[in-house]
């Protein structure tokens, strides 16, 4: 088979609602000959992978890859020598944290086609289902999406100060394990520990978990409320509107109990 009539399409399966999805994305995956997909695509859309197609696990847990990026890249390469419909899934949009461009920048150096479907990413899926605005008139002019993930566990190398900015919401992608390096950072380059927050656990799925919080006691709230990845954790005065619905915590009480307050 010619590689010529192969295309690899890179397309982003969202937070795991499978109604997110976008039609495009829904009929490529019908139409696939071979599902390669990542540990963020939720079980639902998976489940709209015709029986009979072929699905190819990859992972990726932050430090626990199933396979390293190179070699999904090869594996990729090598699907498209032998399938003409190569569907590439991953979780949210494949151009936010989502390493899509290294993907498709090897595979086109290499002749194949390349066809991105986007996805919708946590920031809006979280967004919507907390219901927390990421703009917001007079609270909020823009956004600005960061990584909380340290490379190869090495220093999170960002523009702190620049990042305390009252008027742009923070939103953070992989920042479970480095939630205190981000209050401490933070707060240290002049925001102040007041400023409110909200974490999201699995957002957009039956486990969604939506925690209310405050620069300074991010990480109690996290930890107190026993949140699991993946979490998007979203800072600035948009966490502050009425709208915010916070998930019942069913371990408050316990917590009182044990502590004599009640
Ligand atoms: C490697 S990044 C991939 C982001 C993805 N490409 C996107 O556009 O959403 C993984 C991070 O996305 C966030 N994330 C993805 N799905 C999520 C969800 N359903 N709820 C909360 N956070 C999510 C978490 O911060 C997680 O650690």
């Known amino acids: 088979m010619s590689i010529k009539n192969s295309c690899v399409y890179l397309v982003g399966g969202g937070p795991g609602d499978p109604e997110l999805l976008t039609l495009k994305a829904l009929r490529l995956i019908e139409q696939a000959d071979v599902v390669v997909y990542d540990r963020l695509v939720g079980d639902a859309v998976l489940d709209l992978v015709p029986t009979g197609t072929a699905r190819i696990y990859v992972g990726k847990a932050a430090g626990d890859h199933a ?29 936010v944290f989502g390493r899509g461009a290294e993907e498709a920048d090897y595979l086109e150096a290499r002749g194949v086609r390349v066809e991105m479907v986007p996805g919708v990413t946590a920031a ?59 209050s401490a950072k933070l707060m240290n380059a002049g925001m102040a520990p007041s400023t409110p927050a909200v974490l999201i656990a699995s957002g957009a799925t039956p486990n969604q978990k939506v925690v209310k919080a405050t620069l300074s006691t991010l990480t109690q709230r996290a930890e107190e409320t026993g949140l699991e990845m993946p979490v998007l954790t ?12 916070e998930t019942p915590d069913e371990n408050a009480l316990d917590r009182k109990l044990e502590s004599g307050v009640v």
Not at 69 to 78: G, M, S, T
Not at 129 to 157: I, K, Q
Request: proline residues 4%; charged residues 20%.
């Open 67 to 95: 396979l390293p990026q190179d070699e999904i890249n090869e594996l990729l390469y090598r699907l498209a020598q032998s399938k003409t419909h190569v569907v590439r899934l991953k979780g949210g949009d494949p151009n």
């Open 124 to 182: 809006a899926a979280c967004s919507a289902a907390a219901r927390v605005p990421l703009t917001y008139r007079g609270l909020a002019s823009g956004v600005r999406f960061v990584t909380g993930h340290r490379r190869n566990d090495g220093e999170l190398d960002l523009d702190w100060r620049g990042l305390t900015d009252t008027d742009t919401t923070l939103v953070i992608y992989m920042g479970l394990s480095t939630l205190p390096l981000f």
């Open 234 to 245: 979203i800072i600035g005065e948009v966490a502050s509107v009425a709208s915010v619905r």
